[in-house]
């Protein structure tokens, strides 16, 4: 799935170096030099970051009228300006910000961390459908299954038999395209009749961890 954003600005040497910066962390790019104009956009469409320069006559009032709550926990605003003072003065709106001339450094490192903020909030909420074996255990029992979707926290699965509901269980798949089989400690959350259950996961190993959010993060942004 693929990551937009919308630029702020007229300061065009200040855009092409954004636009470069993000099109190489594939995060499409729509320019709009007008605050009125891109307020009109932004209440019809949805985007995943907003970039404002703060020295763009109007950035202030178009900043002050962003919605408030959801928008700014769910679209990272990005303030770039020429004077210390102008972007301080912007700082309670901005997730982050940076300095002109653009440091590419300073900018590949925000935008880098805008992006990890994107993908993370997008990941909290997304079921990626799988069909693919799974098995649990639960001390001597063992429960094979069809996993039919996963997420960071859990797993929803089609069964034969019910799972044991009294105790922890260790849940063990293979991610496609990986070699080796994740093992989880889990719970269940819910079962019913027609032979679905969710599952919980309850700890995970760091590397189990960072090895799920990988996969999930790229089966994400490739489908």
């Known amino acids: ?28 790019v729509e320019v709009e030099t007008e605050p009125l104009r891109a307020s009109a956009k932004l209440a019809k469409s949805k985007i995943d970051a ?39 003065a912007e700082e309670s709106r901005a997730t982050f910000s940076f300095l002109k001339p653009i440091s590419v450094e300073q900018a590949v ?25 799974v098995s649990f255990s639960c001390g001597p029992k063992r429960v094979d299954a069809q996993l039919m979707n996963l997420s960071q926290g859990g797993l929803r699965v089609a069964l034969t038999q019910p799972l044991p509901a009294d105790g922890p269980l260790q849940v063990s798949f293979a991610l496609p395209g990986t070699k080796h089989a994740l093992k989880l400690q889990a719970e269940v959350a819910w ?8 599952v919980r996961f309850v700890s995970q190993q760091d590397a189990t961890k960072r090895d799920l959010q990988l996969w999930l993060e790229q089966s994400f942004l490739t489908n």
């Open 1 to 28: 799935m693929t990551l937009s954003s919308m630029v702020l600005s007229r300061d065009w040497p200040e855009i092409s170096v954004l636009e470069c910066i993000l099109s190489a962390l594939h995060i499409e």
């Open 50 to 88: 907003l970039i404002v320069d703060s020295d763009l006559d109007g950035s202030s009032g178009f900043l002050q009228g962003l919605p408030s709550g959801t928008f700014q926990q769910t679209v990272p605003i990005i303030i770039f300006s020429g004077s210390r003072r102008k972007a301080g």
């Open 109 to 133: 490192r925000t935008l880098s961390a805008a992006r990890s903020m994107i993908v993370d909030g997008r990941l909290r909420y997304h079921r990626h459908p799988l069909n693919t074996p």
């Open 191 to 198: 079962q019913n009749h027609q032979g679905h259950a969710g």
